[in-house]
């Protein structure tokens, strides 16, 4: 299996997973907690946070962005190449939408239901601009400064907390955005509700860009592990 092939694999598995977690653990909490939503919100914020925690460690040695902003980015950034990046991103969403269709099955619900959760307003909008800033700030800031061990840790953190600082509660990525269309649960959003979403989500992206280019305009060097494969660069950090 080349190189490539394996990345995409990892991102469409990790996608995947993760929008199990955010639909899988909704659909629990409000089966456990059906008359608090706060409750419900707390389940599902921390099942987030510690799985994308795991996710991230175990696929980070191959790819692990999970999300088409960052990786957008890392093109940007001149980490990968557009090929590449067109890759990650189709299996990005791929893996999200097989994500939510398991979720939804293993719940006993239809493997498909168009949500009927309308998420819209300007503070909602301006909400995901933040989530995907501050995400995109933790993200690289933890790896350009040298520290690439910790960005799991630093990831599911903020994951976590941004689910109860944002008023969206930081979808902050278009592939679970979209994969969130097709299940009317807890995580639910309406397919009305995405473009404006995802339009808030790239243009955070663009914002965190030329942030993590102002705060952090070198790299710190890193030693490669021996057991990388190939002539990988900085680019296996996260991605």
């Not at 099955?105 to 309308?118: I, R, W």
């Not at 800033?133 to 800031?141: C, E, T």
């Amino acid at each position: 299996m080349s190189l490539l092939t394996r990345r995409a694999v990892a991102e469409f598995a990790g996608t995947a997973f993760l929008v199990m977690a955010v639909v899988g653990s909704g659909v629990m909490a409000s089966r456990l907690s059906p008359n608090d939503v706060g409750l419900q919100l707390l389940q599902n914020s921390v099942a987030t946070g510690a799985a994308l925690v795991a996710l991230i460690l175990a696929l980070q040695p191959v790819s692990a962005s999970f999300n088409p902003v960052v990786t957008l980015v890392e093109r940007a950034l001149g980490i990968l190449d557009t090929p590449t990046t067109l890759a990650l991103v189709a299996a990005q969403f791929a893996g999200g939408l097989a994500g939510t269709v398991l979720a939804n099955l293993m719940f006993g619900l239809d493997a498909v239901t168009l949500s009927t959760h309308e998420r819209a307003g300007g503070g909602l909008w301006l909400g995901e601009l933040i989530a995907t800033v501050g995400l995109l700030l933790v993200i690289f800031g933890t790896i350009r400064s040298g520290r690439p061990d910790r960005v799991a840790f630093a990831v599911g953190g903020y994951i976590t907390a941004a689910y109860w600082f944002t008023s969206s509660t930081s979808f902050a990525n278009p592939a679970v955005t979209v994969a969130r269309t097709i299940t009317d649960t807890f995580a639910g959003i309406a397919p009305t509700s995405v473009p404006a979403f995802i339009l808030a989500q790239l243009l955070g992206g663009a914002v965190g860009f030329f942030l993590v280019r102002a705060l952090f305009p070198r790299v710190a060097s890193l030693p490669l592990p021996a057991s990388l494969p190939d002539s990988a660069s900085d680019r296996k950090v996260l991605s």
